[in-house]
């Protein structure tokens, strides 16, 4: 088969692991894409070991990538005067890189435009992460609540301008579909290499884990008014969270004031395997988001045979299941999703599991892919050039 070339263009370092989905899915898609793709990263570099504006080979996986650092930065510190977008971009003006043949990636929307604008006679595919109305609606953006008519104009322009648009909430998929029949509603995916169900022999206890960024869009505050109102029902548990933020210092004083220091863990950013290997020793996923998707933390615990309790965000209701693999908050108040806690612990293993088989990585990504070529096809066939 021909030999299809992708070029990814992100704050995205392959050689450090972050706290965030886009990070994991970026490099599932080069890991689980057939083998006739080749790829290629303009990013950052993140741990100040690569020379930037030269080209390196880099492994993700088994599989061998060119990668091209464009700017220095840390994509998991939210504690920034410049977006890293802006950094990014400028980066890759600096360097202006040759894109021959290669369709082009953006998984955010002033990227996408960017690209277009600089590339215009490239295929692109935009990848949207969340339902940015919400986002803004919640004033949840670090930048873009300042200008928020001026990032919807952008979301709409490069929905209408891409080859194809992948967005995983549904309710923005539908809203962008107004744009654009090029809009699609996406799904997320896990490692069934990694991700697997538990023997019902090993639940032991209760263990809730949380998973994402600490940020104020996950509202990791909540979950510790969770856990809060089930030590106060002398319920017995012990409880971890996974991942970094410009709110760790108020989570961890959060669980402080609560008294829960010797039940409660904050475990850092953890690779997939020990992630894998920390929700396998849990009995409950809890999530408190305020914004979502299509979580990968929910599909990854799901595929571990561990329930789900959630609020009621993004995607979530179309995938938790309720009583069956978990337990979607109505309200979503700390007591509510106490008591759905305390519910969803008699779920779990190979049954849980089954409900995401659809979702595993090596089944989804090939067909993202197919449907890549199919768009990048179509576009090509049609005469004058739509985007210009």
């Known amino acids: 088969m021909t030999p299809s070339h992708h070029l990814i263009v992100h704050q995205f370092d392959p050689t450090v692991q972050v706290a965030g989905g886009i990070h994991g899915m970026i490099v599932d898609l080069i890991r689980f894409a057939p083998a006739h793709h080749e790829f290629s990263v303009v990013g950052v570099d993140a741990a100040g070991r690569s020379s930037l504006g030269r080209w390196e080979e880099i492994g993700v996986g088994d599989r061998s990538i060119r990668f091209l650092p464009v700017a220095r930065l840390n994509p998991g510190d939210q504690r920034r005067r410049v977006p890293h977008t802006a950094r990014l971009l400028g980066g890759l003006l600096r360097r202006h890189p040759r894109v021959d043949g290669a369709v082009l990636h953006a998984h955010r929307a002033e990227v996408g435009v960017a690209l277009e604008a600089l590339y215009p006679r490239r295929p692109l595919v935009q990848f949207l992460h969340t339902d940015s109305a919400e986002a803004l609606r919640f004033q949840l953006e670090t930048f873009w609540r300042f200008v928020p008519r001026t990032h919807l104009f952008l979301e709409r322009l490069v929905a209408r301008r891409a080859t ?83 709110l760790e210092p108020e989570l961890r004083r959060a669980i402080s004031r609560s008294g829960l220091e010797d039940r409660v863990e904050l475990v850092g950013i ?112 049609r005469a004058p050039r739509r985007r210009r």
């Open 164 to 246: 194809q648009t992948i967005v995983f909430s549904r309710v923005a998929a539908k809203r962008l579909r107004e744009v654009s029949e090029r809009v699609e509603p996406g799904q997320n995916w896990f490692d069934p290499g990694l991700f697997r169900a538990r023997p019902e022999a090993e639940r032991d206890g209760l263990r809730i884990g949380w998973v994402g960024r600490i940020e104020a869009p996950k509202d990791p505050l909540k979950a510790v008014d969770v856990l809060e109102r089930l030590a106060r029902e002398s319920i017995e548990f012990t409880a971890w969270f996974a991942g970094a933020g410009t």
């Open 270 to 381: 953890l690779e997939p395997t020990a992630l894998a290997e920390s929700l396998r020793a849990s009995n409950v996923l809890l999530m408190t988001s305020l914004l979502e998707g299509f979580p990968r933390a929910m599909v990854e615990a799901l595929a571990s045979g561990v329930p789900v309790v959630s609020t009621r965000v993004g995607d979530v209701p179309t995938v938790v299941q309720q009583g069956k693999n978990g337990f979607v908050a109505e309200g979503g108040s700390a007591d509510e999703l106490a008591e759905l806690v305390l519910r969803a612990r008699a779920l779990g293993g190979p049954e849980v599991a089954r409900t995401v088989d659809a979702l595993r990585a090596d089944a989804v990504v090939p067909e993202v892919f197919a449907d890549i070529e199919a768009a990048v096809a179509d576009e090509r066939t």
